[in-house]
Nanobody, 129 residues
Framework: QVQLAESGGGSVQAGGSLRLSCAVFGYSYSNYCMGWFRQAPGKEREGVAAIDSAGVTSYADSVKGRFTISQDNAKNTLYLQMNSLKPEDTAMFYC???????????????????????WGQGTQVTVSS
């Protein structure tokens, strides 16, 4: 049974930092494309960052230079380090996974949410001004 579990969300002031974690159960994420998405109220879910099985990362322009996606092989955990947070970053954040080779092997931040096979339950991030 494949499961993803996010944690680390919370409320911070603008300019602050948070680190989100996504624990992976039931498979080795090293064989998967992993992504972080966010969804603000009334808006569509959007890709934020992705990392492929070779460790290649990509980011949405809105978060580039502020967010860092990474993975810990020993802990089978995906991370999203978020610095210089802005009020517009307020959203529910989700991690997602799909086996390597799906969607033509593409694993970039803009890969559509509908092409991922597995999702976590989400963790709320609220940034106040």
């Amino acid at each position: 049974q494949v499961q993803l579990a996010e944690s680390g969300g919370g409320s911070v002031q603008a300019g602050g930092s948070l680190r989100l974690s996504c624990a992976v159960f039931g498979y080795s994420y090293s064989n998967y494309c992993m992504g972080w998405f966010r969804q603000a109220p009334g808006k569509e879910r959007e890709g934020v960052a992705a990392i492929d099985s070779a460790g290649v990362t990509s980011y949405a322009d809105s978060v580039k230079g502020r967010f860092t996606i990474s993975q810990d092989n020993a802990k089978n955990t995906l991370y999203l380090q978020m610095n210089s947070l802005k009020p517009e970053d307020t959203a529910m954040f989700y991690c997602a996974a799909s086996p390597r080779g799906t969607y033509g092997g593409s694993c970039r931040w803009h890969r559509p949410a509908g092409t991922y096979n597995y999702w976590g339950q989400g963790t709320q991030v609220t940034v106040s001004s």
